[in-house]
């Protein structure tokens, strides 16, 4: 394949664009409900994919707006904040999870018969809902991991705070992270600038051609 071993730079996904990712998940079927909320807490909680599909249902808190991850990179624990629509979508998924008769000490994302969920599941996943939902950007996790974390820079949240929340140890490395995720901040610094009149009809007398 002509694109095999190449690196491309994550594409960050607008809100419209991660509203139709989600919406593309069945609300009905469990597989849908699964699916929709492991997205959902991808994006809105900025985990890596291994951090997800290692979470036990404990390990979620919707009263403190908690998820507490044991094992993050470098096997280091941290504790990350997530938003109450996010833990709804996802409290749509434990219920159901309930009702299929999965044991609380199975990985909150799982198969339907309690078996562990591996990522080439959720490689092969999130490209196909992507082509389903219309969205023409490379979809994967730690591109949905980069939009949480462009999303945060854009709304203001200072550099320190992004990086606890994607477990950095280095904050050198979310700087570089965010540098060419966020770039609203530029985009509106430079077309606020009072650059003056500039007039493109043309002359009565052509400018000789640049050479």
């Not at 979620?60 to 941290?78: E, M, Q, S």
């Not at 504790?79 to 199975?106: N, Q, S, Y």
């Amino acid at each position: 394949m002509a694109n095999r071993g190449r690196r491309f730079p994550p594409e960050v996904l607008n809100e419209e664009e991660f509203a139709t990712l989600v919406r593309s998940c069945s609300r009905r079927s469990s597989t849908g409900l699964r699916n929709r909320a492991l997205i959902v807490l991808l994006y809105r909680a900025g985990l890596r994919v291994r951090e997800a599909l290692s979470l036990l249902p404990k390990d979620l808190d919707p009263a403190r707006g908690t998820v507490r991850i044991l094992h993050g990179k470098g096997d280091r624990a941290r504790t990350v904040g997530m938003d109450a629509e996010a833990f709804a979508v996802v409290d749509a998924w434990i219920e159901r999870r309930r009702r299929l008769g999965l044991r609380t000490d199975r990985p909150l994302f799982c198969t339907l018969d309690g078996k562990t969920m591996r990522t080439a599941y959720v490689r092969a996943m999130l490209p196909r809902i992507a082509r389903k939902a219309g969205i023409e950007k490379r979809v994967h996790a730690h591109g949905l991991r980069h939009s949480h974390a462009a999303r945060l820079a854009d709304s203001g949240v200072p550099i320190h705070v992004i990086a606890a929340q994607l477990g950095h140890a280095n904050i050198g490395t979310t700087h570089r992270y965010v540098a060419h995720l966020a770039p609203t901040a530029v985009v509106n610094a430079v077309r606020g600038v009072p650059w003056g009149s500039v007039t493109y009809t043309a002359s009565r007398r052509a400018e000789p051609a640049c050479k």
